[in-house]
C-alpha cells in the first residue's frame, strides 16, 4: 500500500498512530471497496466517491496485510464500551481473559491495554481517511451536488470517529491535515470541532428519502442532525447547560419531519431481515464479500452463545443479572435484548440448556450467520426510539412536556405510561431501551453517578481516573511526550 507524503515530523507521527490504508473503488456499491487496491498518485472526480466509500470501509474490518484487524466496531468496542458498564460482564469462560476484557471488566487495565491501543489506531485511521477525501474532493471538477454530498458524508464520519474518541479519551489530537498538532485539545473545543462538522454535513445531505437504494445506508440530513443532538447532550451534561435547548430543537425537528418512526415489534429492530428499517438513522453495514471484503469482523460471533451443541460463539459480553432483574414485569424488551439458556429464538433455533453462560446479547445474534467471524449483520448507530428518549430529557431540561416522548418509547415495549416523569424514569429508560448499544458505560459517566452505579455492582471505578480511559502509553512514547496522559494514570 502507499502512504500519502508529507514532511511534517508531528504528523507522521500520527500517521503511525492511524497506521494509514488508503482504498477505494469505483463501483456503484458504496461498500465495495478493494483493501488491496493502491491508491494512484493523481486522483480525479472519478475517484471522489471511492475517497468517501474508503471512510464508511474503515468500519469493516477486513484482513490487512495479513494481520486481522477488528479495532473500530468489533471486540475491543465490545470491550470498553459495554463490559465496563453494570449491564454486561465478561461472559465466556474464567479461563479466557478475551486478551484484556477481565482487566476492563474489573477496571484493573493500565494505558497498555491492547483494546485502548486497537480503538485510538482504528478511529485515527477513519479520521484520515475522512481527511483525505475532505482535502482532495474539494479541488476535483465534478458535479456539484454530488460534490456537496460527499463532503457532507465525510464530515459525517469525522464527527462520528471525533466523538466515539471523546466519549473515550475526553479532549483528544484535532488532526485536520499535515500541519495539525499532537496536543490534545480541551473537550470543549474537541465538542466544538465536532459541532462544526456536523453542522456542515447538515447543510450539505441529502435527507433519507432523496437517496436511491444503492445508497442505502449512506449519512443522511436526520443521521447529522440526530448525532449533533447526541453530541449538544454530552456538551450539556459536561460544560454547558444551555446546550439542552439545541437537544430539544434538533431532536423535534427530526420527529416533526415525519421521516422515522419506531417499529411496532421490539424484536424486530435488531433481525438481519430488518436491516436499515424505518426506525433506522444510522447503521454501519456489514458486507460479507470474500476475498476482497469481509464484514464487521467477529462482532457477532465474539458475543454468540458458547458451549451446548451448536457452539455459536466465544461467548462474551453476556448480560448482568441486575440488568435481567431491573425489567418491569411484561416489557419486551428483556426477552428482545437477552438471549435465556434453553430459549427458542425467534427463528426457531433451540440454546441448549448446556450453554456455559446463563445469558447472552441477543441485539448481537445474527440468524443468517451465527457462527460466522465475518458475518453480515449491521450495527445499529443512531435510532429513532433514542432521538424520542434525548427529546424527553431535553425537554426535561427545559421546562417542556417530557411525558409524550418517553410514553411513546414505554408503549411501544408493552408498558403503561411511566408513573413518574423526572431525570431517574428517562434513564431508567435510556438503560433498557439502548442496552448493549454501547452507550451504558457512556451514559453513567455523562449522568455523574458513574462510580456510584458501578462500584454497587463491585467494580472498582475510581472517580475522577476512570470517567475516560488511558491513553495508550504506545501513542504517548510516539509522539515523544506530546500527548499527555489523562489524569489517574
Not at 498512530?17 to 488491496?36: G, M, T
Not at 487496491?37 to 486522483?43: F, T
Not at 426535561?396 to 416522548?405: K, N, Q
Request: one cysteine or more; hydrophobic letters at 35%; aromatic letters at 10%.
Amino acid at each position: 500500500m502507499k502512504k500519502i507524503n508529507n514532511n511534517n515530523k508531528g504528523y507522521n507521527k500520527l500517521l503511525f498512530i492511524a497506521a494509514l490504508v488508503f482504498v477505494f473503488s469505483c463501483s456503484k456499491d458504496y461498500l465495495d471497496v478493494d483493501p488491496n487496491k493502491p491508491i494512484p498518485e493523481q486522483l480525479n472526480a472519478d475517484d471522489a466517491e471511492g475517497l468517501v466509500n474508503s471512510i464508511y470501509s474503515a468500519h469493516l474490518q477486513w484482513v490487512d496485510s495479513g494481520t486481522e484487524v477488528w479495532n473500530i466496531n468489533s471486540f475491543s468496542w465490545i470491550g470498553v464500551s459495554s463490559i465496563t458498564s453494570d449491564n454486561a460482564e465478561k461472559g465466556s469462560i474464567p479461563g479466557d481473559p478475551g486478551r484484556d476484557k477481565d482487566l476492563l471488566d474489573d477496571f484493573t487495565f493500565t494505558p497498555t491495554v491492547l483494546s485502548f491501543s486497537d480503538l485510538f489506531e482504528g478511529h485515527y485511521k477513519g479520521i484520515q481517511r475522512a481527511n483525505q477525501a475532505l482535502s482532495r474532493i474539494p479541488t476535483f471538477e465534478m458535479d456539484a451536488a454530488l460534490q456537496t454530498r460527499l463532503i457532507g458524508e465525510a464530515k459525517f464520519l469525522r464527527a462520528h470517529f471525533y466523538f466515539r474518541l471523546a466519549k473515550m479519551f475526553g479532549g483528544v489530537s484535532l488532526i485536520t491535515g499535515r500541519d495539525s498538532s499532537l496536543e490534545r485539545a480541551t473537550l470543549e473545543d474537541t465538542y466544538k470541532f465536532i459541532e462544526q462538522d456536523l453542522l456542515d454535513a447538515i447543510s450539505a445531505l441529502p435527507k433519507k428519502a432523496d437517496y436511491t437504494l444503492e445508497d442505502l445506508g449512506r449519512a443522511t440530513q436526520g443521521a447529522a442532525k440526530a448525532l449533533l443532538a447526541k453530541l449538544y447532550m454530552y456538551y450539556a451534561s459536561n460544560i454547558d447547560a444551555s446546550k439542552w435547548q439545541n437537544v430539544w430543537d434538533l431532536t423535534n425537528e427530526i420527529m416533526i419531519s415525519n421521516a422515522y418512526g419506531l417499529m411496532p415489534n421490539y424484536e424486530d429492530v435488531w433481525k438481519d431481515s430488518h436491516e436499515n428499517n424505518q426506525e433506522s438513522i444510522f447503521e454501519i453495514q456489514g458486507h460479507g464479500q470474500l476475498p476482497t471484503l469481509v464484514g464487521i469482523q467477529g462482532y457477532s460471533q465474539t458475543q454468540a452463545p458458547r458451549g451446548g451443541d451448536d457452539n455459536l460463539g466465544w461467548g462474551f459480553n453476556t448480560p448482568t443479572q441486575d440488568l435481567a432483574d431491573s425489567y418491569e414485569a411484561g416489557d419486551t424488551r428483556s426477552d428482545a435484548t437477552i438471549i435465556f439458556r434453553g430459549e427458542t429464538l425467534f427463528d426457531g433455533r433451540l440454546i441448549s440448556e448446556s450453554v456455559l453462560n446463563p445469558m447472552y446479547n441477543q441485539k448481537a445474534y445474527s440468524s443468517t450467520a451465527p457462527s460466522i467471524r465475518e458475518g453480515e449483520k449491521n450495527i445499529r448507530v443512531l435510532r429513532y426510539a433514542e432521538v424520542l428518549l434525548m427529546n424527553a430529557e431535553a425537554a426535561l431540561e427545559t421546562g417542556r412536556d417530557a411525558a409524550s416522548p418517553l410514553n411513546t418509547v414505554r408503549n411501544r415495549a408493552g408498558l403503561g405510561n411511566a408513573p413518574t416523569v423526572d431525570k431517574a424514569a428517562i434513564w431508567r429508560e435510556r438503560r433498557h431501551e439502548l442496552a448493549f448499544e454501547h452507550d451504558r458505560f457512556f451514559d453513567l459517566v455523562r449522568q455523574g453517578r458513574a462510580g456510584q452505579v458501578l462500584r454497587a455492582h463491585g467494580k472498582a471505578f475510581v472517580d475522577g481516573k476512570h470517567e475516560y480511559f488511558p491513553i495508550p502509553q504506545v501513542q504517548i512514547d510516539k509522539s515523544e511526550g506530546i500527548l499527555i496522559q489523562n489524569s489517574g494514570y
